[in-house]
Each structure stands twice: as C-alpha cells, then as structure tokens.
C-alpha cells in the first residue's frame, strides 16, 4: 500500500523517528508544514509523528485537515513509556479509534525557543512547590529533568509501529 509519513517537530527526535519509519517501510516522508492535501491524495496510508506538548499530539490538527484516508500516529515525547499511559494519552488527543504509537524522545534545551524554556521552568517551579512524595511518576520526571539535555530515542521503539502495519495487512511491508 502506498504509505507516506509526515510528520512536525521542534528539535530534531521527531524528525529523526519520522526518518526511521520512513526508511523501514521504504516510503516517501514530508514535513506536514511543506505538504499539501493534493500531495496526499494518492496515499492509502499516511503515518504521522508528532512531538508533544503538554499532553497534546503538535500538527495533529493541521494533519487532519489534509489526510481523507486512512491515518495512524506516532507521538514523540520526553518522557519515558509507562504501561497504561496510552489509554489516557489517545483519550486527550480524541484518536480512541486511531492506531497510536508512543516513541521516546528526549529534551535538546538549547534548541527550545526562550518561551519554551520559559514554560518549562513555570512548570518546574509549580512541581517544587508540592510535596514530592505525592508527584507522579511523570511530574518528578519532569521535575528532575526540565533544564537538561538528553537523548532517549531508540530505532527499537520503531518495530512495534512497522510491526503492526505488517501484521493489518498480512504482507511484509518493512526493509529487509
Ligand atoms: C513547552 C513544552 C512542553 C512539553 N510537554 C511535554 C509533555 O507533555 N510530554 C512529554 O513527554 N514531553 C513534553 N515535552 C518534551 C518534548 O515533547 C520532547 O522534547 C520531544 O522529544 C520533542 O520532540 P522534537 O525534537 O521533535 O521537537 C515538552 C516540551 C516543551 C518545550
């Protein structure tokens, strides 16, 4: 099936995971900022990545409103994959009926704009103000981390998405 990923990123692991997935099933891979509904037309399957903020799949609209056909997602994020948290991660991102894929990222603070870094630390600053024993797993993540400059992405992750689109389709679709 004539598959495209597209996918929008803000430092790099985003593209770096979109380029993976790209190279294992061997198939054309767009910026969503350079692509055009028309481009998409003639791709059954579109594979979109994007990066998270606060919760939230960044570009998941804009890829929206350009795919007709069929879609699947993979979020890159900063923190590190929990079982159980995908649920809850496709309930706020409204893709209850969309296959999802959670792929970890890392955190390049030098790369983020002064806004983003300004966010952060508002964050960071909110978590020290709680007891640490009553934070999540994600806050003292996050709590620990915000100001760092770290790498968690792994090809690994990447075979659980390729994985999955050989076993719907029942047909070797990724690079040997
Ligand atoms: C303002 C802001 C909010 C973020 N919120 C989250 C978040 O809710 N969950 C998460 O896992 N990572 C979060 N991150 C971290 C990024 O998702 C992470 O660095 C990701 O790897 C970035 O991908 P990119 O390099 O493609 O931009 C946030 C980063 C910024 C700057």
Redesign the pocket.
Known sequence: MLTAVVFT???????KYANWVANQLKCDLFRLEDVTAEDLKKYPLVVFGG?????YIQGLQELQGKVRGKYIVFA????PKRDGDAARFKEKNGLQDIPTFYFE????WYR?TEG?KA??LMYKETLQSFDYRKLSANERFFLNNIGRTFDHSSLDGVSELTDFLESERGQKLTAD
């Open positions: 990123g803000n430092t790099g692991f985003t593209e990066w998270v903020k606060g919760g890159v994020g900063a923190l990222g890392g955190l390049r983020l983003q966010a952060l």
